[in-house]
């Protein structure tokens, strides 16, 4: 089956490697190998929901189906389709009232995030989110470091205009380390990252 984007390129998800040309990750911790963020952060978002903390979900990818083929009567086959629209962000929800809409990252450099993860229709989908007083974030893992960050919104976006304005296409891990909040994985929740966005509401 073939997706593909508005544009009509045909979407290629990423291939993973074979595990004979894996190279051995020494500086990932044991208790984490093998999870990616989002696996974690779906992790977090289900015990947050199953012990009634809030309601916060990845949101679906909205697909436009162009080719069916029913090689039985009981079972249908999707041979083409395409992404009806642009993504905006990965998950939403709202906790305590609040509306919360964050993007989540992972990159392998261990000294910066670039800014090409993000795309343009994202700022402005979260600038609008902010305007309406909702909670914008970005969630970020180095992963080759095992590190995640809790990033605001604001934050990312000065980047992002910094760099549409000629500056550096990405932001140094000492930025994290001194305006976001690193997350401490655990066991249950996997992140706690309302923790912190109780933070930011208390410094809005």
Sequence with gaps: MAFRYPNGKVYQPKQNESPAKKKPKTDISFSNRGKSLEDDLNETNDF?????????YKKPVPIQI??????????????????RTPSTTDYNGVWNGYYIDFEAKETESKTSFPLKNIHLHQIKHMQAVVVQKGIAFFIVRFSKLDRTFIAPFRMIEKAWLDMEAGGRKSIPLAVFEEFAE??????????DYLQVVKKFIANK
């Design 48 to 56: 947050y929901v199953a012990n009634g903390l809030a309601n916060i």
């Design 66 to 83: 162009v080719k069916v083929e029913y090689p039985k009567r009981s079972a249908a086959v999707i041979r083409e389709a395409y992404f």
């Design 182 to 191: 690193e997350l401490t994985l655990g066991y249950a929740p996997r992140i």
